[in-house]
């Protein structure tokens, strides 16, 4: 896709200035193609790129950026060197017992409690409460010969979760959305904090009006009853990592989502092709989230010093390990920046590697295979709105569709 296909105005800096101080923020990734141009030109130049003003950051520092898949591989397999503690120095992690920034052996212990809970065979029993719910969002339009399914990509992930899952209001989810979307990517610190706090006391709110009643066997269960060590996680733990589920699980897949609508309603020739052949959606769905899903960066803070692929890092350095270049590194994956519906052998880091791989995989691939299932059998022949265009977010960790206005055939589709 080009700047030209999503409205994006023509670059302002060229791949090569971009890669010598990559910015995520920086107006010219508006656009789904250029990115991974400045991606490319990041990977020819070695193994660590740089960044001043890195996405995420608590440090307030620049960080290095790994961009080739071998070396992002080989950081988050070593979390004794690259901690996932973003103050491995402090007796204590910044933000609590939380999931994300703790390392092991309490990490582990963590994942331990919340691990059964999404487990395949869990997930698998709620394919037909997805099915239905997707179909819901569906039926609101499906009269009309057009809708926007970016409506579908963002809204059916978060009812999912909320209520399938963690056990929260239904009606909570947009908020929910706007605070998380607000806490990652406006655009000053003290906006960003507010969000997070606001976000924070909602769910804290959320909680304890849960606690009066009875138990449910639900996520935010699982947190309050939690043991690690003998001890129970103190409340104000059960409430951040309520927060980083709420944060992590719904903006990447409905980025995801989107993204992948986006591409079948421009790719006629390969939407099609999964209506013909629907046994290719596991692959097509793996290889979206390879080409389009993957998280831009994720941080790692040196905990010693280490050297890797030439480069010394030294205590307390920060590094962003970049799973959406990995992704694309032509070392590894043949036709890298082709997405290819039915690839095989596709070891893509999307959903991570090593201690910290992503807790919500089974989750996100069900809603991704789901929706794409339901939008492919039921409006046959989407593609893009002549008359509304596309608006698509470049600039945050996740990259996807905020509205992806479609038509279809209505005399075809298929009607609940
Ligand atoms: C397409 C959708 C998704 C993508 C691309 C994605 C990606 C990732 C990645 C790359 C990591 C590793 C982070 C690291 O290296 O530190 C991760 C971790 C995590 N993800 Fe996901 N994720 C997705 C959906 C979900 C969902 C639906 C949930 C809901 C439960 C979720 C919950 C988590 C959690 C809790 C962690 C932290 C695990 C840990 O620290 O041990 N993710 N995710």
Same mark, same amino acid.
């Given at each position: ?25 920086? @107006?010219? #990734? ?6 991974? &141009? ?16 890195? #996405? ?8 290095? %950026? ?9 950081? %988050? ?10 103050? =491995?120095?402090?007796? @204590? ?5 939380? /999931? ?9 212990? #963590? ?16 394919? =037909? ?11 609101? +339009? ?36 706007? /605070? ?16 997070? $706090? ?22 935010? &269960? ?14 104000? &733990? ?35 092709? /999964?209506?013909?052949?629907? @046994? ?27 050297? /890797? ?20 590194? @032509? ?18 880091? $999307? #959903? ?29 022949? +989407? ?34």
């Amino acid at each position: 896709m080009t700047a030209a296909d999503t409205g994006a105005a023509s670059p302002a800096r060229s791949p090569e200035e971009h890669a010598r101080n990559w910015d995520l923020h920086h @107006e010219d #990734f508006n656009d789904d193609g250029f990115l991974y &141009d400045v991606y490319a030109v990041m990977r020819g130049r070695g193994a660590f790129a740089y960044t001043d003003n890195p #996405f995420l950051s608590t440090m307030g520092t620049g960080a290095w %950026v790994a961009v080739r898949y071998r070396d992002c591989y080989r950081i %988050v397999q070593d979390w004794e060197h690259f901690s996932s503690n973003t103050t =491995p120095d402090a007796a @204590e992690a910044l933000g609590g017992d939380l /999931l994300i920034t703790l390392d092991p052996p309490r990490q582990q212990k #963590f994942r331990k409690v919340v691990n059964p809970y999404f487990s395949p065979a869990r997930m698998k029993a709620l394919r =037909p409460q997805i099915r239905a719910e997707t179909d819901r969002l569906i039926d609101e +339009f499906i009269a009309t010969g057009r809708g926007d399914l970016a409506q579908v990509a963002w809204r059916q992930p978060g009812i999912v979760f909320f209520k399938y899952v963690l056990g929260l209001p239904v009606e909570d989810v947009p908020l929910c959305l706007e /605070l998380t979307d607000t806490a990652l990517n406006a655009a000053t610190e003290e906006q960003r904090l507010s969000a997070w $706090g606001g976000l924070y006391q909602h769910l804290h709110d959320t909680v304890t009006a849960r606690m009066q009643g009875s138990p449910r066997d639900d996520m935010i &269960d699982v947190l309050l009853a939690a043991e690690i060590d003998g001890e129970r996680l103190p409340f104000n &733990d059960v409430v951040a990592n309520a927060m980083l589920l709420v944060q992590a699980g719904l903006e990447t897949t409905a980025s995801a989502m989107s993204w992948s609508f986006h591409y079948l309603a421009t790719h006629p020739d390969d939407r099609d092709r /999964l209506v013909r052949e629907p @046994e290719l959606l596991p692959r097509a769905v793996e290889e979206f989230i390879r080409f389009g899903g993957s998280i831009h960066g994720i941080p790692r803070t040196v905990a010693k010093d280490v050297e /890797l692929a030439g480069h010394t890092f030294r205590r307390g350095d920060a590094v962003l390990v970049n799973y959406a270049s990995a992704n694309r590194d @032509e070392e590894v994956f043949v036709d890298a920046h082709r997405c290819v519906i039915d690839r095989r052998d596709n070891r893509h880091l $999307g #959903f991570g590697a090593g201690v910290h791989r992503c807790l919500g995989s089974n989750l996100a691939r069900l809603e991704l295979h789901v929706g794409l299932e339901q939008v492919l059998t039921r409006l046959r022949g +989407f593609e893009p709105d002549p008359s509304r265009p596309a608006v698509f977010k470049g600039n945050s960790i996740t990259r996807g569709f905020r509205s992806l206005p479609v038509v279809f055939d209505r005399d075809q589709a298929s009607v609940t």
